[in-house]
């Protein structure tokens, strides 16, 4: 009987677990496919739809074919090669409106479609040179805007080129002055994003780790920690980052920066950097030559550990890319230098 049971159970959940993934594939290729087709419930008001009085309709004068409302629609109910919309699949979300830029589609009363007269051949030619001059002005529009951000793109200061940069490999995450400790935020937060939507350098964002989902942690992609910012402080609800004040900050060292050789301009490309000491808010970053016994060699960064309170100025401004030749590394408790 216990094998029975166990067996049945096995079952039960190999049939969820295949259902729950035949549908995540079916929303994911093709949208509302389930609510659509399969859920009795969508079946009964797609039914009652077909009667709507107001309804999403193409004006095919305006329609240009470009497929953008039928590449959005959730419902996959829009054939704009047609300019026709099926009513029973259409739940009215409305984002074929939105995405529109010709204002071709509206929500209004579906009337009737009346034959018109034959177009002239002279008219179809106007129509065709027109829609043929507006074709390659767009082309060209594209090529230039593409050609212009190619080259807005090759090269940072001749140093390096200007991609954006990944996210290094931490042992430890980073977490802003004020949270105490890993174990102080994870306890707290409610990932409420207060604190990430308040951030005013892009420092913090939702966590994708699964024991810490959703909840706010440091990166120095697009910007730094800046010493005289406390916004986060003030708005985090729950504790998880305390108040705390632009002085005391300072002396709030939550990661220390690490230097990874392999990365260094000066020694990868023989040029001066030395770009993470001069941004260093707190002076940790020292430059030496790399070869004391070579007169003349490239100076190469030195990181104080116990004076680098973790900001991420130098990882931020670091011109190599796509990794910077100097990252911050987190500490698990933060400490008071």
């Known amino acids: 009987a216990f094998y029975t049971v166990d067996l049945w159970m096995r079952g039960g959940v190999t049939l ?10 079916l929303a994911w290729r093709n ?4 609510c659509n087709t399969i859920c009795p419930v969508g079946t009964v008001l797609g039914f009652f739809a077909r009667f709507a009085w107001l309804k999403p309709v193409i004006d095919t004068s305006k329609c240009n074919g470009c497929g953008l409302c039928a590449r959005n629609c959730k419902a996959a109910c829009i054939d704009s090669k047609n300019h026709s919309i099926d009513y029973s699949r259409c739940v009215d979300c409305m984002e074929c409106l939105a995405k529109c830029h010709r204002g071709a589609i509206s929500y209004s009363v579906l ?3 009346r034959k018109e007269n034959p177009v002239k051949p002279a008219t179809c030619k106007v129509d065709a040179d027109a829609s043929r001059r507006q074709f390659l002005g767009a082309t060209a529009t594209v090529a230039v805007a593409a050609v212009a951000n190619a080259r807005e793109k090759t090269v940072d200061g001749g140093l390096a080129a200007i991609t954006d940069k990944k996210i290094p490999s931490r042992h430890t995450r980073i977490v802003p002055p004020g949270a105490v400790s890993l174990r102080n935020m994870a306890s707290h937060c409610t990932a409420c994003q207060l604190c990430v939507s308040v951030c ?3 420092v913090l964002r939702p966590s994708a780790d699964l024991l810490t989902l ?9 910007g730094y920690c800046r010493p005289e910012c406390t916004k986060c402080s003030e708005v985090c609800p729950a504790g998880a980052i305390r108040p705390i004040s632009v002085a005391d900050k300072s002396s709030v060292q939550i990661g220390h920066a690490v230097w990874v050789r392999e990365n260094c301009i000066p ?19 020292t430059m030496v030559a790399s070869d004391p016994s070579v007169e003349g060699s490239r100076k190469i960064p030195v990181v104080n550990t116990e004076r680098c309170i973790g900001c991420g100025a130098c990882e931020n401004l670091c011109p190599s890319r796509p990794f910077s030749a100097i990252y911050v590394e987190g500490h698990e408790v933060h400490r008071t230098i």
Not at 16 to 25: E, I, M, W, Y
Not at 271 to 277: D, K, L, P, R, S
């Open 16 to 25: 969820a677990v295949a259902t729950l993934t035949v549908l995540a594939v």
């Open 31 to 34: 949208g509302r496919t389930y």
């Open 111 to 113: 009337r009737p479609v």
């Open 200 to 202: 005013p350098n892009g």
């Open 214 to 222: 959703m909840q706010p942690e440091s990166s120095y992609e697009r």
């Open 267 to 285: 020694l990868t490309d023989g040029v001066e950097c030395g770009n993470c000491a001069r941004h260093c808010p707190v002076g940790a970053i």
